[in-house]
Structure formats: C-alpha cells, structure tokens
C-alpha cells in the first residue's frame, strides 16, 4: 500500500512539473553561463560538457511561451542551436580553437535576436519607429 501511495504521489508531482510554466529569464541565465563556460574552456571534456548543457537550454527555451515575435525567436533559437552543434562537431574534429569562429557568431546572433524583445525607447514611444 505504502508503494503504490509513493509511486501515485510521484507521478502526481512529475505531472504537476511538467505543466509548469518555463522561467525564461531564469533559463536565458544559465543559457549565457553554460555559452561562457564554452568559450573559457581549456580542454574538450569541459568544452563538450558546457555545450551539451548549452544546447539543451536552448531546446529547452524553444518551449517557452513568446508573447510577440515567436516565429523569428524560435528562427533565432534555431540557428544558435546549429552554430552550437557546429562548434562542437569542429571541436572534436579540429581542436577547441577551431571551435571560437561559431562560438563568436553566437553572439552576435544573441545580440540581434535579443533586439526582438526590448522594450522601446523614448524616442521609440514618442515618435514610433
């Protein structure tokens, strides 16, 4: 009786967590620690485990719930996930330093993206775009 109460209230708890709403915030966080962790790495074992941890963040945020600007959020989660897995593929092939070039257009890709979804400034709200 007591195991079937446990594996109910197990079950109830993983439901429970599975309609929880993401914490983008939170997530983008740890997204941007796992990408410097990335490129401060010194050997292919610390590399590969901070952009696997990377990647996964990112299929993670793809859940996310956008409130504007979804298809080209997810279009820009996209295209940081295949630079990722490209860096990570040069990694292995040809060493960590061949891996900096993808590593680099991450971030440019984060900046351009990140652009989607600040807020307008004053001369945005006074004049329109």
Sequence with gaps: M???FVCFLTLFSLSSMAD???DLEANMKNMGLAYKNSVRAIDLDSFNTAIDEFIHLLEK????D????ESE???????????AKS?????????LEAAKAP???IDQLR???HELHEPPGFWELLFGK
């Excluded at 945020?61 to 996310?64: C, T």
């Excluded at 959020?73 to 630079?83: N, P, R």
């Design 2 to 4: 007591k195991t079937l």
């Design 20 to 22: 929880a709403p993401l």
């Design 61 to 64: 945020a793809k859940k996310a």
């Design 66 to 69: 956008f409130k504007q600007h």
């Design 73 to 83: 959020s997810l279009e820009g989660l996209d295209k940081v996930i295949q630079q």
């Design 87 to 95: 860096a990570k593929q040069l990694a292995e092939v040809q060493g």
């Design 103 to 105: 590593l680099k257009s």
């Design 111 to 113: 900046k351009k993206y």
